[in-house]
């Protein structure tokens, strides 16, 4: 089973998520714009079709596209998803503040203190704990969290981290207040880290040593990271992540659906019933893997370009369209026709 080489190379092929995971955030944005700009924006970015597809899978590029758009129009930089709007500017000032610290350790004390002087309803902190630097989220009094507000701004401080060290910054483990939600499988795609839920706080950790890495960026080069925003701190590169994006990445480089379990298991020094162990242990399985970039390929052929579909449904290994059809639908709700004629 032969992975065409051209379908990897005509454009990145970028995970994606659920749309349960957007779903957290468009709760507060209901709460915040009316709703006929909410229609708006999802209209622009293409997400309107996936708003009643349970299954629905959503992009990169609908992610950043969807908030700048929010960003712009509702004038806050952090969308209603905290107790007072954060004013456009914020985000450049922070970069700013953070660009002249002496190290990576002293920008994300930085980083707390300037977000503590906007947050009404929860405080920053950052502390060494043994061999790990942690930043924390605290309430005040008795706020409650807000699940993609949490995500959002230990994304925030992570990928800020990584612009400033050159690299993604590798972290030791990332935790949050909330029980485990049933798109968990998400969280993967944005930390490089293991991932607690129910845990007393919401934090990340990175290796204290870390602390102490130089930060050079320069005018331009805040510039354009502030104009690509959201992009390169929301998603901040995947050689560091966890296990199953590492098995996603071993399928690209090898340019064959054909790659197996014991083939993934030999490239990573390990057994394979090891690696069958670990990523139950995460909730996930590489057959799991497989499909999902399967569904990946296919999502990204069907909106760009005019791949036909026999043409997409040979690419990713399937024997017919129809088989390539009944899996389709099981990975979104709906058939690649419907799901190409939404989007397009």
Not at 93 to 110: D, E, I, K, N, Q
């Amino acid at each position: 089973m032969t992975l065409s080489p051209v379908a990897l190379q005509t454009s990145p092929v970028l995970s994606t998520v659920s749309f349960a995971l957007v779903e957290d955030w468009l709760a507060a944005l209901r709460a915040y714009c009316p709703p006929q700009q909410l229609a708006g924006f999802l209209e622009q970015t293409g997400l309107a079709a996936a708003a009643s597809q349970p299954r629905a899978r959503v992009t990169h590029d609908q992610i950043v596209r969807l908030y700048q758009l929010v960003a712009v129009g509702t004038g806050d930089e952090m969308m209603g998803l905290w107790s007072r709007p954060m004013r456009s500017g914020a985000l450049k000032h922070l970069c700013v503040s953070v660009r002249g610290a002496s190290s990576l350790g002293a920008a994300l004390y930085r980083f707390t203190t300037f977000w503590n002087l906007l947050l009404d309803d929860h405080r920053l902190t950052l502390e060494e704990e043994g061999e790990g630097l942690r930043l924390s989220i605290l309430p005040r009094g008795a706020a409650v969290p807000q699940r993609f507000g949490h995500m959002l701004l230990l994304k925030l401080a992570h990928g800020i981290a990584s612009w400033l060290a050159g690299r993604e910054v590798p972290l030791r483990e990332v935790s949050f207040v909330f029980a485990r939600p049933g798109f968990a499988e998400d969280y993967p795609i944005l930390f490089p880290a293991p991932i607690r839920f129910s845990q007393p706080c919401s934090s990340i950790t990175l290796d204290r040593a870390l602390g102490a890495l130089p930060v050079a960026r320069s005018e331009a080069e805040m510039q354009e990271f502030l104009l690509r925003a959201p992009r390169d701190w929301i998603f901040t590169g995947y050689r560091e992540h966890a296990l199953p994006l590492r098995l996603r990445e071993l399928l690209l480089l090898s340019d064959r659906m054909g790659f197996h379990l014991s083939d993934a298991a030999n490239a990573l020094n390990l057994t394979p019933r090891t690696l069958m162990r670990r990523l139950e242990d995460e909730g996930t399985s590489f057959q799991d893997i497989k499909d999902g970039l399967r569904r990946d390929i296919a999502i990204r052929d069907l909106t760009q370009g005019g791949k036909s579909l026999e043409g997409i449904s040979q690419d990713i290994g399937f024997a017919s369209v129809a088989n390539f059809h009944r899996a389709f639908k099981r990975w979104t709700g709906v058939t690649p026709g419907v799901y190409r004629r939404d989007r397009c």
